[in-house]
């Protein structure tokens, strides 16, 4: 395995823990305290169809990160993968930045900062690479 594929094998199974996470989010689970500010224990219903629209959000980052690595098929055309992917590794960036400086909450903080993180340096690494 490659260190492109094993970046975005790891990214994916993040974004997968993510997705069940926004799930349970949107099911009205009281973790609210981890997202979205951490203003609710329960999100209001507002915010669970925001965490139910997030899930598919997230699966298509996953996609794009395996198909951007080679793991996956692309799809027809290749260049919009390696556009998104840069657009994914900003909007986790503006996660981090979000997530560290301006969240209300201390647990969103410490449990979410470092996942952001953590997905930025893999769209990273594997955008950085060229595969096609």
Do not use: K
């Not at 069940?20 to 989010?25: C, E, G, K, T, W």
């Not at 996609?63 to 690595?69: I, T």
């Amino acid at each position: 395995m490659t260190p492109r594929a094993f970046m975005a094998i790891l990214g994916s199974v993040v974004l997968g823990l993510l997705i069940v996470f926004q799930m349970l989010l949107a099911l009205g689970l009281p973790l609210g305290h981890l997202a979205w500010g951490g203003q609710h224990r329960i999100l209001p219903p507002v915010q669970r169809w925001m965490s139910f629209a997030a899930v598919f959000i997230l699966a298509f980052a996953g996609w794009m990160l395996l198909a951007r690595a080679g793991v996956v098929p692309p799809g027809a055309d290749v260049r919009w993968v390696h556009v998104i992917s840069w657009v994914f590794a900003g909007y986790f960036s503006l996660n981090v930045l979000m997530n560290a400086f301006l969240t209300q909450s201390a647990m969103e903080r410490f449990a979410m900062t470092p996942v952001s993180l953590l997905l930025v340096l893999c769209f990273v690494l594997v955008s950085v690479a060229r595969v096609y």
